[in-house]
């Protein structure tokens, strides 16, 4: 946790493009709230022609979405620095307005999540939470991030 879904026309994005966006995500998540990076996964999915209609109609230009959840208990301000910054790396790493990047983050409580064998921390918690793992978990995470 937090998982951010990313959607985009299909073959609108390349390999590089996505490592990019993974890589802004992680690290505009880890900067704002202070969860460690291996707890940040980033999905693509290939939204193919004809599946996607705004207001009834094929959209004219080509929209990306990404649908954050996190952990409930982070303020309204590191919440919008997320949404803004997330939505401003997208616009400079695509290459496209910022109008066509929407941005959505749903929270959810860390008690109804559980990672790693385990139901995650509230935020502020992840040092314990690490350290109760197994040492070969702790490790392989240290690896991650």
Known sequence: MPTYICTAQDGSLTTDQKARIAAEITRVHNEVTGAPRFFVQVLFNDLKAGNQFIGGVPPDSGQVWIHGDIRTGRSEQDKARLLLDILRGFSRILGVP????????????AKNMAEFGRILPEPGGEEAWMAALPQAEQNRLRKVG
């Open 98 to 109: 910022e109008v066509d990047v929407w941005v959505y983050l749903n929270e959810v409580p």
